[in-house]
């Protein structure tokens, strides 16, 4: 045996903090504003407060990492907060003209299915603009939600339909943060080990570089506008789930939060870079931001201020980190 056999084989903890690194920051500073606002109100350090900021990041968080797809790809996706409003209206609906929860879910779930393919048939094979096509189809699903009910919110009768988002597959763990778990460990497999998942970068960074080597580039665009549809309608059932109410408005901020969401979690816009736990982190820290602006008493109008500075900020940072 030489001296090199009987070496501790290195430890990968570096390789982790520095793949990593830009996550650590973002985690930071989400402590950072906790204890910040824990200071003016300590009520914002409880765990009823980390529950509360959870279960309402739940469905941006779903939301985000649809979107983080698209935006490695180097597209945009405007439609998802459309999509997520239309969803909950179709499922409700659904529900109260006699499906039962899973038949009417599958309904939902088929409206970011639908509209996730029209974004990518139009954009892949037509080949239009993603802003404008995902423009359109933002406008459509939104017009769509008002319709098909005549602009009345619709509540959920089913007494078993709340357990979908609030209930535990596994004891003592809600399904809201099951599903965020799941879909992020996935995700970031996927991205990060899969040869198809790193498809999505190669797209993002150089489109004819990646059709050269042979990446099916339409058929990559596609997937990621699938794929971001079906987790904003994913993320209105939960919602839908959890209030049991379905609101044809109830999805027109957070299309943006998603994108602010992604990019403060440090995907760049031009596409090419980003990951499933920086979007979840990024999705995390709007939560709390408006969480703090409530508990604290600012008017929360100022919400979209604070936002847009947090967008503003990391769209900056990844600037001059570029440079």
């Not at 570096?14 to 200071?39: F, H, N, W």
């Not at 996927?190 to 040869?195: E, F, P, Q």
Request: with cysteine.
């Amino acid at each position: 045996m030489t001296s090199n056999d009987s070496l501790p084989p290195a430890p990968r903890a570096p390789s982790i903090l520095s793949a990593y690194r830009s996550e650590m920051a973002i985690a930071i500073a989400c402590i950072a504003l906790l204890v910040s606002v824990g200071i003016f109100v300590p009520a914002a350090l409880s765990a009823g407060n980390f529950a509360n900021i959870l279960q309402a990041s739940a469905p941006l968080v779903i939301m985000s990492l649809g979107v983080l797809v698209v935006i490695i790809t180097g597209g945009i996706d405007l439609s998802v907060g459309s999509i997520f409003s239309l969803t909950g209206m179709v499922t409700a609906l659904a529900m109260a003209n006699g499906l039962g929860d899973v038949s009417a879910s599958l309904a939902g779930l088929g409206v970011g299915l639908v509209f996730g393919s029209i974004n990518g048939a139009l954009i892949t094979l037509v080949g239009l603009a993603p802003f404008v096509v995902t423009l359109i189809t933002y406008a459509v699903a939104a017009s769509l939600a008002f319709i098909v009910t005549n602009g009345r919110s619709l509540g959920v009768d089913s007494p078993d339909y709340w357990l979908f988002n609030s209930g535990q597959i596994i004891p003592s763990l809600p399904n809201f943060v099951l599903f965020c778990l799941l879909f992020t460990v996935a995700l970031e497999f996927v991205l990060r080990k899969v040869t198809a998942g790193r498809w999505f970068y190669s797209v993002g960074s150089s489109p004819m570089a990646a059709y050269l080597l042979g990446i099916p580039v339409k058929r990559t665009r596609f997937a990621a506008y699938l794929i971001s549809g079906t987790m904003a309608s994913f993320a209105g059932l939960l919602t839908v789930s959890y209030i049991l109410n379905a609101e044809a408005t109830a999805g027109a901020s957070l299309m943006l939060q998603a994108i602010a969401a992604v990019v403060i979690g440090g995907a760049s816009l031009s596409g090419g870079s980003g990951s499933a736990v920086g979007a979840v982190l990024g999705a995390l820290m709007i939560t709390i931001i408006q969480n703090g602006v409530n508990l604290i008493g600012i008017n929360s109008f100022w919400q979209g201020s604070v936002t847009g500075l947090a967008i503003l900020v990391a769209v900056l940072i990844d600037r001059f980190s570029h440079r």
